[in-house]
Nanobody, 123 residues
Framework: QVQLVESGGGSVHTGGSLRLSCAASGRTFDNYAMGWFRQPPGKEREFVAAITWSGSVKYYTDSVKGRFAISRDNAKNTVYLQMNSLKPEDTAVYYC????????????????WGQGTQVTVSS
C-alpha cells in the first residue's frame, strides 16, 4: 500500500502561481512513477503530468507545457507540481497518483491515489 496526501491548493487570480505537494508513505516511494491528474467541475479526470522513478523523464499534457513543472524528492517521499501562469481553465481538483509503469497517462494505469486538493483560478 502507498498512501498519498496532497497539499498546497488554494485560490489565485489569473497569472498566479501555486505549488502542490504530494507526500507518500507506505511502500518504497522510489519504486513508483508518479503522476498528477485534475478533475474540472463536471468533467472527467484528466492527465496533467508524470515523472519517472528517478525523476529523469517528465511528461506533460500540452495545455500545461511551459507553465507547470513536476519534480520529486525521493529522500522526502514527495512529488511536487509547480504551477505558474495559472488560467481559469486550470480550475480543478488536483490528484497525485502512483504507478508501477512509467510515462502512462490514463487513470487506469495508476494504482494509488490521494484525496485531491482544490485549485481555483479566478479572472
Amino acid at each position: 500500500q502507498v498512501q498519498l496526501v496532497e497539499s498546497g491548493g488554494g485560490s489565485v487570480h489569473t497569472g498566479g502561481s501555486l505549488r502542490l505537494s504530494c507526500a507518500a508513505s507506505g511502500r518504497t516511494f522510489d519504486n513508483y512513477a508518479m503522476g498528477w491528474f485534475r478533475q474540472p467541475p463536471g468533467k472527467e479526470r484528466e492527465f496533467v503530468a508524470a515523472i519517472t522513478w528517478s525523476g529523469s523523464v517528465k511528461y506533460y499534457t500540452d495545455s500545461v507545457k511551459g507553465r507547470f513543472a513536476i519534480s520529486r524528492d525521493n529522500a522526502k517521499n514527495t512529488v511536487y507540481l509547480q504551477m505558474n501562469s495559472l488560467k481559469p481553465e486550470d480550475t480543478a481538483v488536483y490528484y497525485c497518483a502512483a504507478s508501477v509503469l512509467a510515462g502512462v497517462r490514463t487513470v487506469y494505469d495508476y494504482r494509488y491515489w490521494g484525496q485531491g486538493t482544490q485549485v481555483t483560478v479566478s479572472s
